[in-house]
């Protein structure tokens, strides 16, 4: 049996090729935006939640995995317990491989000799209790507790 080839299918076969080509062209287009904002989204994601977290590490130490995460946890933490309706995320650094643990106010550091979770939680925990109470403030609620001190009188001097 023979097989003859119209004059059309050579058009056809073109036209059918050039359809696939533009297809593909139009899927790979779609799938590239695709990829793009879910890298946006993803990065962006990492991003929001660790809005005030910097970690810089000083030696071989491993990298803190969970430290975002508790980090954002250590923070809803502060905000249940004190009532707090905006999201706490105070800016804090994480020094791991310091030479002592410890938390340091002016440059906004939890100091860590080696990953403590604990202790990270702690540190954060104090950062956040301090952005709902800055130093302003801290100073105008001692100063009205001095001032209430000195207000008070105390019963024994009513007697004479």
Sequence with gaps: ???YKSHNDGKQNH??????RLVSRVLNRIMNSNLRI????LV??????????????????PWPTDADKIYVNACSAVERELGVSRPLRPRVTLVLGAHENGAYLDPREIRLTKWDPYMF?????????DELLPERERLAVAKRAVTWAGSTVAVDNFRK
């Design 15 to 20: 036209a059918l090729g050039l359809t696939t």
């Design 38 to 41: 879910v890298s946006i989204l």
């Design 121 to 129: 939680a702690q540190g954060v925990v104090f950062f956040a209790i």
């Design 44 to 61: 962006g994601g990492a991003c929001l939640a660790q809005d005030g977290l910097v970690i810089r590490i000083r030696s071989s130490q």
């Design 1 to 3: 049996m023979r097989l």
